[in-house]
Structure formats: C-alpha cells, structure tokens
C-alpha cells in the first residue's frame, strides 16, 4: 500500500467516523458525547488542512473530492445546524442548574447537601464543556 493510499484510508475511515458521530448528535447528549463530537470535528478539519498542503489535483482528484464533501458536512451541518444547538442547550442546562441550586430551601438533610454536591459537580462539568465549545465557537470568527 502506497503512502497516498495509507492517508486516503485514513481520511476516508476519519471521516466516516465524524459522519457517524454527526448522525447521532440529539438534543440530550452527554458532555462526554459532546466533547467527542468536537473533537473529532476538530481531528478531520486538522488533518483536512495538512492533506489539502500536500496532495496535488492531477493525482489525488477522488480524495480531494472526499474532502471537499467532508468541509461541506463540517461547514454546513456542524458549524451551522448541530453547533449552535449544542451550545445552546449547554446555556439552558446551565441556567436551569443554577436556578435550581439558588432556590434550595436554608435548612437541608445529609441527603439533600449530597444531592446538591452532585448538582454543583454536574454543573461545573456543564460549564466547563460550554467553555470548550465556546473556544471552537471564536475558532470559527
């Protein structure tokens, strides 16, 4: 296998593994699911930019195509559509979290102080991610 076709095999399987992650992309991901997701957006755009460096149009025309059809997804269907909705929904979980920790009662049970630790963990975990996404947010400015 030549070096031209260890990299399209590579991009190809890459990508493929972005479609799938895009495809299952829902309104109730879990951070983790998020913060894979973005990641692996930003591994194929990474690796679009270093092949778009080194393949020529006369030898690599059917992988150029491929990632023209890849930018395409990433432009169109992340940036555009599952981004902002992401975001989005990280806001509102966060702003109902918080809302949630603020109106607790002043008197609490040992039960009541462990299940709000979990809540200000989760939140934090909620924050945290929404800082993430938000620096692919000003990548893309």
Request: a negative charge.
């Amino acid at each position: 296998m030549s070096s031209a076709d260890e990299i399209s095999s590579m991009f190809n399987t890459e990508s493929q593994k972005l479609e799938k992650f895009l495809s299952n992309v829902s309104d109730d991901m879990g951070i983790h699911k998020i913060v894979e997701t973005y990641y692996q957006v930003m591994n194929v755009s990474s690796m679009i930019s270093m092949l778009k460096q080194q393949l020529d149009s006369e030898n690599h025309k059917a992988l150029l195509e491929r990632i023209d059809k890849t930018e395409q997804l990433i432009s169109g269907k992340f940036n555009n559509d599952i981004h902002p909705k992401i975001l989005e929904n990280l806001s509102n979980s966060i702003q109902e979290a918080t809302s949630t920790l603020q109106s607790s009662p002043g008197e609490k049970t040992k039960e009541q102080i462990e299940h709000e630790s979990q809540l200000f963990e989760e939140l934090r975990k909620k924050m945290s991610t929404k800082e993430f996404v938000e620096q692919y947010d000003k990548g893309l400015a």
